[in-house]
């Protein structure tokens, strides 16, 4: 494969950008070899500078769930560019657009929206500490909630993927707010609150982890969070960045009928422009100013080309009523492919193959994987034309256009590799 034109690129962004990336995960460090520098992409296919095509089961990291490129979408960005691209004023689309999330996920009384997951999770966090009046937070390791300070204690996602346990330029003060426990432990999760009850403001998880790979939560785990939160003052936050509206409409909290005082959103809401957004009760969320005292703001957020993109993307869930049907359907199709002897983990349409025979409930298990033979894998099926996220610690995505005969192709090559 001729990857000339990327590695030339890599050689050139390497002066000027760390890594020659504006996001680790994407340098291929953990798997080797030259980071794909991509042209274009439509549909389920993306092509490199190198005029490489591939079958791309990243989509941005989660936000494609309709493909690149979606007609619908890009029409409503052209209508937007007809009216200004950002007027730092409320717009009607923004209300529209937190009615259309608050109609599927019913928990979200009340929504801010944002430019990034990263920044809806560190305002969830303020939001839970300003309501309760404490300061501690619970939060699970091999989770990933974007790179807010107090969060980035044995997170998930690219650190997982570098092997950084502690990022260097945390305060100590910031990640002693921050108890790490593992995930899908009831025992810790009761001793943590059993020695700090009265402490800890608010419990934080993506409520199905993508960002160490896929993991999902036990019904003991989530009964315990729902228990122990209530039992003593404390706010749970799901963090919905990757599972909002990807894993059903109501996110992962209407899939296991549990429902969270805060979340936070991202990714698919933005239809694949950056957009994030927190909401939840709205007894917590008259905290937010200017209606209450915790400070949150914005130049870009609200952003109408973000906004306008995330609606059609909203408004096209709500009206094709197969579309979970089908993408359950496809990723069954596909993971019914991959090798028994290792494990899969899936819920709908997020998967990942984990390297290892153990099953994978938590980050120790997940660590169990045999990275070295994800790394060959993964270049292997890039050969083949197949795109998967470069680390065994993130999750892959399949979109509703990839067709059948994408599936078949990805199954062939992955079945040639074992
Ligand atoms: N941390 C993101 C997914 N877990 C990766 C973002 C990116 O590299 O674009």
């Not at 490199?48 to 409503?76: C, K, Q, T």
């Not at 209407?254 to 991202?266: I, K, R, Y």
């Not at 795109?387 to 078949?408: G, K, M, R, V, W």
């Amino acid at each position: 494969m001729n990857t000339a034109r990327s590695e030339a690129l890599l050689a050139r962004g390497q002066e000027l950008v760390p890594g020659g990336v504006n996001s680790p995960v994407r340098a291929f460090r953990s798997v080797g070899g030259t980071p794909r520098f991509m042209a274009k992409a439509n549909g389920a296919r993306l092509w490199d500078v190198d005029g490489n095509e591939y079958i791309d089961f990243i989509g941005s990291w989660g936000p494609m769930l309709l493909g690149h490129r979606h007609p619908e979408i890009l029409a409503a960005i052209e209508d937007a560019l007809t009216i200004g691209t950002s007027f730092g004023a409320p717009t009607e689309r923004e209300i529209e657009l937190a009615e259309e999330i608050r109609d599927a996920v019913p928990s979200m009384e009340m929504i801010r929206l944002v430019n990034s997951g990263t920044e809806a999770t560190m305002s969830a966090l303020r939001v839970a500490r300003g309501f309760t009046g404490r300061d501690l937070t619970i939060k699970f390791e091999g989770c990933y909630h974007g790179h807010v300070d107090s969060l980035l204690v044995k997170a998930g996602s690219g650190m997982a993927t570098l092997g950084i346990a502690d990022t260097a330029g945390v305060p100590k003060a910031f990640a002693d707010t921050t108890l790490a426990l593992p995930y899908n432990n009831v025992e810790a999760l009761e001793q943590a609150f059993a020695a700090h009850g009265d402490e800890i403001a608010c419990v934080i998880l993506e409520p199905v982890v993508g960002n160490m790979g896929c993991v999902l939560p036990t019904p003991e785990f989530l009964g315990a969070l729902v228990a122990e939160t209530r039992k003593h003052g404390a706010l749970l936050i799901f963090d919905e960045v990757m599972t909002g509206f990807r894993v059903a409409p109501g996110g992962a909290q209407s899939l296991f009928g549990v429902v969270p005082d805060l979340s936070t959103f991202g990714k698919v809401i933005g239809g694949g422009l950056p957009i994030g957004a927190y909401g939840g009760r709205k007894e917590i969320m008259r905290k937010v100013a200017p209606v209450g005292n915790v400070y949150q703001a914005g130049t870009l957020s609200g952003n109408p080309l973000a906004v306008s993109a995330g609606l059609a993307m909203l408004r096209n869930i709500r009206k094709d009523t197969g579309l979970y049907a089908r993408l359950e359907e496809k990723a069954a199709a596909l993971c019914a492919g991959l090798p028994s002897e290792f494990t899969v983990n899936r819920v709908g349409s997020m998967f990942t193959l984990f390297f290892t025979q153990t099953p994978v409930v938590d980050y120790e298990t997940a660590k169990t994987s045999d990275t070295a033979l994800f790394g060959k894998f993964f270049h292997h099926l890039l050969e083949q034309g197949v795109y998967f996220p470069p680390s065994q610690f993130e999750a892959a995505f399949l979109s509703a256009a990839h067709t059948d005969a994408d599936i078949e192709h990805t199954r062939k090559a992955i079945a040639s590799f074992f």
